[in-house]
C-alpha cells in the first residue's frame, strides 16, 4: 500500500512539471511484471493475436467468393482504418501507458459511462473469440490427426459435441495455465508457434508460384494490378462485405497496447509494435492471397478459390496439390496459428479484467495479482472459466448461435475501436493544430479511422437486421445478428448501471478522471 501510495505521489509531482504526464496522475501501478516484453516480443504477441494462418484459411475463400479478383484490394481496404487507428492508440499511449488501453483512454477523454463501454465491448468481444478459437483448434486438431494417420474418420470427432466440448475444455485448460505462468512463458511460446505458422506460409507461398506455370494446372491466371483497385468492378454491398470480413481479419493487434505496462519503453514500444504487426500482417495477406489467386484461380469448381465447398479452408484444398506430403505441415501451421492465438488473446482479457478492478469498475478481486508470476490471477482464470462455459452451452444447445455470435462480432470490434480512436481526437483536442504531426496523428488519422469503422458499424447494424443474416436465424423478425450484436452492448449498459450502484468512486471520477491536457507539441 506504501508502494502505491509512493507511486501516486511521485506522478503528481512530475505532472507538476510536466504537462505530458498529466494523464498519468492518476494511472496506478497494478504489480505486473514490467519491463518484460520488447519490441520484437510485442509484434510477436500480435501477430499471434491476429492468427494470420487461421485467418487466412478461414477467409480467403470467402472474400474471393464475395468480390473475386479484388480480395487483395478488400485486404487493403480492411488495412486502411486498422492503420489509422492504430495511430491514436500510439498517441494515446505515449501520454498514459496503462493496460487499460481503450477503457482507460475512453474514460480520461468521454468518462467513465463511455470509457466502462468501450471496455465491455473488448471484453465480450474476446470471450466470444477465445471461444472460436477454441473450437477451431479443436477442428484442425483432428483434421491433421486424420491426414497424418490417414484415417479420415478421425476428422468427424470434431462433429461429436461430447468429444468435441472435452478437448475444447483441454485446450482453453492448457491455454489458461500457460498464460497463468506469467509472461515470459507466453513469450517464449509465442516464439515457437508464430515462427513455425510464418515459415510455413512462405514455404506455401513460394510453392504456390512455382505450381503456377505448371502443365497439369490449368486454372492458373495471370497477375494485375487491377486486383489492388478497390473502386473499380464492385458493387457497394459486395464492398461492404468484404470489408467488414477483411476487419475481422486484422483485429487483435491491439494486444501489443494491452502488455503496454510490462513492455520495455512502455510509452513508445506498444505504439510501435502495433503499427508494425498491422503492416507485418496486411503483407502476408497480400502475399498469400496474390499466390492462391494466381495459382487456383477463382473458379468454382476444384481447387478454384470461388469454389464453396472449400471456401471455409482453402488450405485443405491447395495444401496437396501444391506440397504434396509435406502439406502436412500447412495443417499443423493453422492448428499453431489458432492455438497461439487462443493463448495470447487471454492477455487483453485478463488485463482489461485487472485494470477495471484496479479502477473500481467491478468487483475489486480482479485486481488481484500473482505474487510470483506477476500476472492478473483471478481475471485469468475468470477468462478460461467464462470461456469454457461460454462455448459448452452454446454448443451444445446451437451452433447456428455460435456461428451468427461470431458474425456479430464485426459489430463490437468496430465499436471500441472506433470509440478508441475518437478518444485519441477529443483527448488532444485543444493541440491538434499545434504543428503538422499533431494535426496527421492526433488528428487526421485517427479521425479518419474512426468515421470508417463507424459507417461499417452503422452498415453491419442496418444489414443484420434482416432475418437472412448469416445463418437465417432470426427472433420476431429480426436478424439473430443484430439481437445478439446490439444485446450485447445493451446487456454492457445494464451490467454498468449494476457496477455504478455498487461501486459507485469510479463513476464519480474519483478512481479514474476525465482529463484534457496542456498544450503539447509533437516531437
Known amino acids: 500500500m506504501d508502494g502505491e501510495a509512493h507511486d501516486s505521489a511521485?506522478?503528481?509531482?512530475?505532472?507538476?512539471?510536466?504537462?505530458?504526464?498529466?494523464?498519468?496522475?492518476?494511472?496506478?501501478?497494478?504489480?505486473?511484471?514490467?519491463?518484460?516484453?520488447?519490441?520484437?516480443?510485442?509484434?510477436v504477441l500480435g501477430i499471434s493475436s491476429v492468427a494470420p494462418a487461421y485467418a487466412l484459411t478461414a477467409t480467403l475463400?470467402?472474400?474471393?467468393?464475395?468480390?473475386?479478383?479484388?480480395?487483395?484490394?478488400?485486404?487493403?481496404?480492411?488495412?486502411i482504418p486498422m492503420f489509422l487507428t492504430a495511430y491514436g492508440y500510439r498517441e494515446l499511449n505515449k501520454v498514459a501507458p496503462d493496460c487499460g488501453s481503450s477503457f482507460t483512454w475512453a474514460t480520461k477523454a468521454f468518462g467513465p459511462y463511455i470509457g466502462w463501454m468501450c471496455g465491455w465491448g473488448l471484453v465480450v468481444a474476446i470471450i466470444i473469440v477465445l471461444s472460436n478459437l477454441a473450437g477451431v483448434a479443436v477442428s484442425f486438431f483432428y483434421l491433421f490427426i486424420a491426414r497424418?494417420?490417414?484415417?479420415?474418420?478421425?476428422?468427424?470427432?470434431?462433429?461429436?459435441?461430447?468429444v468435441n466440448v472435452l478437448t475444447c475444455l483441454t485446450f482453453v485448460a492448457i491455454a489458461t495455465l500457460i498464460a497463468y505462468r506469467g509472461i515470459t512463458a507466453t513469450e517464449r511460446v509465442q516464439y515457437i508457434l508464430v515462427g513455425f505458422q510464418m515459415v510455413m506460409l512462405v514455404v506455401f507461398v513460394v510453392m504456390l508460384f512455382i505450381g503456377i506455370g505448371r502443365a497439369d494446372n490449368p486454372r492458373s491466371i495471370g497477375f494485375s494490378l487491377d486486383w489492388f483497385h478497390p473502386f473499380t468492378g464492385l458493387e457497394l454491398s459486395a464492398f461492404v462485405a468484404g470489408v467488414s470480413a477483411s476487419i475481422f481479419a486484422f483485429w487483435g493487434w491491439d494486444t501489443s497496447f494491452s502488455v503496454n505496462e510490462e513492455s520495455r519503453d512502455s510509452d513508445k514500444t506498444p505504439g510501435r509494435a502495433g503499427l508494425l504487426c498491422v503492416v507485418t500482417i496486411l503483407v502476408t495477406y497480400l502475399v498469400v492471397a496474390v499466390a492462391a489467386m494466381m495459382y487456383a484461380g477463382i473458379g468454382g469448381e476444384g481447387t478454384g478459390l470461388g469454389n464453396e465447398a472449400t471456401t471455409d479452408n482453402v488450405f485443405a484444398a491447395l495444401a496437396g496439390p501444391t506440397m504434396g506430403g509435406a502439406g502436412l505441415l500447412l495443417f499443423l501451421a493453422v492448428l499453431a496459428s489458432s492455438a497461439?492465438?487462443?493463448?495470447?488473446?487471454?492477455?487483453?482479457?485478463?488485463?482489461?479484467?485487472?485494470?477495471?478492478?484496479?479502477?473500481?469498475?467491478?468487483?475489486?478481486r480482479f485486481a488481484s495479482v500473482h505474487p510470483r508470476f506477476r500476472i492478473p490471477a483471478f481475471a485469468t482464470l475468470m477468462c478460461g472459466i467464462g470461456t469454457s462455459v461460454f462455448y459448452t452451452v452454446l454448443t451444445i444447445f446451437s451452433q447456428n448461435v455460435l456461428s451468427d455470435t461470431i458474425a456479430a462480432l464485426g459489430i463490437m470490434i468496430c465499436f471500441y475501436y472506433g470509440l478508441t480512436a475518437f478518444a485519441c481526437v477529443w483527448y488532444f483536442r485543444k493541440e491538434l493544430f499545434a504543428s503538422?504531426?499533431?494535426?496527421?496523428?492526433k488528428f487526421a488519422f485517427p479521425l479518419v479511422g474512426g468515421l470508417m469503422l463507424a459507417t461499417v458499424f452503422v452498415i453491419l447494424l442496418k444489414d443484420s437486421f434482416d432475418p437472412s443474416y448469416g445463418s437465417g436465424a432470426s427472433i420476431a423478425g429480426v436478424g439473430l445478428v443484430f439481437v445478439l450484436g446490439l444485446g450485447v452492448l445493451v446487456l454492457g449498459g445494464v451490467l454498468m448501471l449494476i457496477c455504478r450502484a455498487r461501486y459507485p468512486a469510479f463513476f464519480r471520477g474519483e478512481t479514474l478522471a476525465k482529463d484534457t491536457p496542456s498544450l503539447v507539441v509533437a516531437d
Do not use: M, W
Open 10 to 43: 511521485g506522478r503528481h509531482a512530475l505532472a507538476a512539471h510536466d504537462p505530458r504526464h498529466r494523464a498519468e496522475a492518476d494511472l496506478r501501478d497494478k504489480g505486473l511484471s514490467r519491463g518484460s516484453v520488447g519490441l520484437i516480443s510485442s509484434v
Open 340 to 364: 497461439a492465438s487462443l493463448q495470447t488473446t487471454f492477455l487483453p482479457a485478463s488485463r482489461t479484467l485487472l485494470r477495471d478492478g484496479t479502477y473500481r469498475a467491478i468487483p475489486p
Open 436 to 441: 503538422p504531426a499533431n494535426f496527421v496523428f
Open 148 to 162: 497424418l494417420t490417414g484415417v479420415e474418420s478421425i476428422a468427424d470427432l470434431a462433429g461429436n459435441k461430447p
Open 61 to 79: 475463400g470467402l472474400l474471393v467468393t464475395a468480390v473475386g479478383l479484388k480480395a487483395p484490394a478488400i485486404f487493403i481496404a480492411g488495412f
